[in-house]
């Protein structure tokens, strides 16, 4: 999610995809250093907190709309900024410095390059509203970070134009921290409108009473969803697949349990672990999908 806007000839950014405030300043508050020369083409701060989505997929055509793979939505401001790399023709060493900081500060959720990103005038026009970012979809480059707790969302994309300019597009999205685990409201829409939500957990939590509060409340609203909890979560060393999926498993079971001890009815839940098996690219971070059973 991120603003709108019309497309010319160019090569594409890189993107930053949502989170709340990234001029210098906002750099400095997420740990990320100014690139060397880099000029401010257009900022922009959103201070309201309202409900703002973040990309955290590839973008796939669905009845011939293009969309994008995976959304997760969050409450929050945004800040916005768009760069230039004045002196600068190689977009893999800004893109490779952007990694570098983002990955110091938060967890990567999702990264693209090239044509695996989709289409560019779709990030330029749709997403970003930004004409400049517009170009050929080899040059394109995006990804998307989230902070260990989960009070704020990185989002660059990076492009080089046919004139050989090099631009990115760093979007910030900062969580207030009562809601940065997601609110009752926030699930409750997301599961009436796309079935499905997403809470990204941190490496070390053990302790899941928010979620389970968040999860309770949310059926509570939506009486007669009945609900499958699915836990995703990396290989730990030295552990197998089987190991995997019997931990992951033993988690979801878990949180179906507290579940059912704040009042939900067995009947309406379900819960599975599948360890890595459905990885998302480039994200080490344990996750608890939510999917509503019809």
């Known amino acids: 999610m991120i603003t709108e806007g019309k497309a010319p000839n160019g090569r594409l950014l890189w993107l930053i995809c949502l989170v709340a405030t990234l ?28 409900t703002r989505r973040v990309i955290l997929g590839s973008l796939e055509k ?3 709309v293009l969309k994008p793979e995976l959304v997760e939505f969050v409450s929050g401001t945004r800040q916005a900024t768009t760069y230039f790399f004045p002196h600068e ?32 005038n779709y990030w330029a026009n749709t997403i970003y509203g930004k004409p400049i970012l517009y170009g050929p979809e080899q040059y394109q480059h995006y990804l998307v970070g989230r902070s260990e707790e989960g009070d704020m969302y990185v989002a660059i994309y990076v492009g080089q134009r046919g004139t050989r300019k090099i631009y990115a597009h760093v979007e910030t999205i900062r969580v207030p921290v009562e809601l940065a685990k997601g609110t009752v409201e926030e699930i409750s829409a997301a ?13 070390s939590g053990k302790n899941f009473d928010t979620v389970v509060q968040s999860i309770a409340g949310s059926m509570d609203n939506n009486e007669d969803i009945r609900l499958t909890l699915v836990m995703h979560d990396h290989r730990r060393d030295r552990e197998t697949i089987e190991q995997s999926l019997e931990r992951t498993s033993s988690v ?12 939900i009815a067995p009947g309406r839940l379900s819960a599975y672990g599948v360890g890595p098996l459905s990885p998302l ?7 608890l999908e939510l999917l509503v059973i019809e």
């Open 281 to 287: 690219e480039n994200s080490g971070s344990p996750r």
């Open 191 to 203: 599961l009436k409108l796309r079935g499905r939500y997403v809470f990204f957990l941190p490496e």
């Open 89 to 120: 023709r190689r977009v893999k060493k800004v893109v490779a410095f952007f990694r570098d900081q983002l990955s110091k500060s938060t967890n990567i959720l999702f990264e693209c390059k090239g044509r695996d990103c989709g289409s560019s």
């Open 62 to 64: 669905v009845n011939n």
């Open 252 to 263: 979801s079971a878990s949180i179906r349990a507290s579940l059912i001890s704040a009042g």
């Open 23 to 50: 001029t210098p300043g906002m750099l400095q508050a997420v740990e990320l250093d100014s690139y060397p020369g880099a000029e401010v083409v257009e900022s922009g701060d959103e201070t309201e907190v309202i």
